[in-house]
């Protein structure tokens, strides 16, 4: 079935550095994307979005990045910070519906 | 700034037995979710309501739970009987409105073991 995935399960960075989290979808019919992020014991919670007509979306210290050929999505984070350790997930929502399909997530480690 | 509220946090029982698990979403969100997540993965949407009105719960499994949201504000999610298998995070999220998707602002959860 359609699915929403992760190219890796664990990411480390040293902090300062920038963090690049990867996500593949399947589903071709897909037109918006979200990330979130969750962190130990909490619910997850809203990053960024972006949309089917975008490649891409900036925002505080994150950029989204879009790319429709290839069914890839990934989350840039500058300047990582220990604050920023959590686990990420990418998930998408079909055109005309309103199911949120999430994705199996990749946990950030920030190294000091 | 306002938050979904969720009860328990942590619930521990039996299985074959009975639990319920409560949801008060953000004050005008007329969408309330109910997600499943096994730890190490990404949660799975159990139920959607549209005020009080089920959208979609083509993924809950009838025979042992149900969900309702009588006046189209707090909603509960019940389990009976409890499986081994259901020991998961049980997340609840509200959004403003389902034309079109919207973010979704989560609770923290409740931890159910069943032993």
């Known amino acids: 079935g359609e699915s929403v995935g992760l190219h890796l399960p664990t990411l480390s960075v040293q902090e300062g550095d920038n963090s690049i989290i990867n996500c593949a979808y399947s589903?071709?019919?897909?037109?918006?994307f979200i990330w979130y992020k969750q962190e130990s014991g909490k619910g997850p919670q809203f990053i960024i979005d972006i949309r089917s007509n975008m490649d891409k979306r900036q925002g505080q210290r994150v950029t989204v990045l879009l790319n429709k050929t290839v069914k890839h999505l990934s989350l840039q984070i500058a300047a990582t910070q220990p604050g920023d350790s959590a686990v990420y997930f990418c998930a998408e929502n079909e055109a005309g519906g309103f199911k949120t399909i999430f994705g199996a997530g990749t946990r950030l480690f920030v190294k000091a | 700034e306002a938050e979904v509220a969720q009860s328990p946090r942590y619930k521990i029982t039996e299985k074959s037995q009975a639990v319920a698990f409560w949801c008060d979403p953000i004050s005008g969100h007329a969408t309330l979710y109910w997600y499943r997540q096994i730890l190490g993965q990404g949660p799975e949407l159990l139920v959607q309501f549209q005020d009080e009105s089920v959208v979609d719960d083509s993924q809950l499994p009838k025979d042992r739970f149900s969900a309702e949201r009588l006046k189209g504000v707090d909603s509960t999610l019940k389990i009976q009987p409890a499986e081994l298998g259901d020991s998961a995070m049980y997340l609840c999220a509200s959004s403003l409105g389902d034309r079109g998707p919207y973010e979704q602002y989560f609770g923290p959860g409740t931890r159910l073991t069943v032993t």
């Open positions: 589903n071709s019919a897909s037109d918006y």
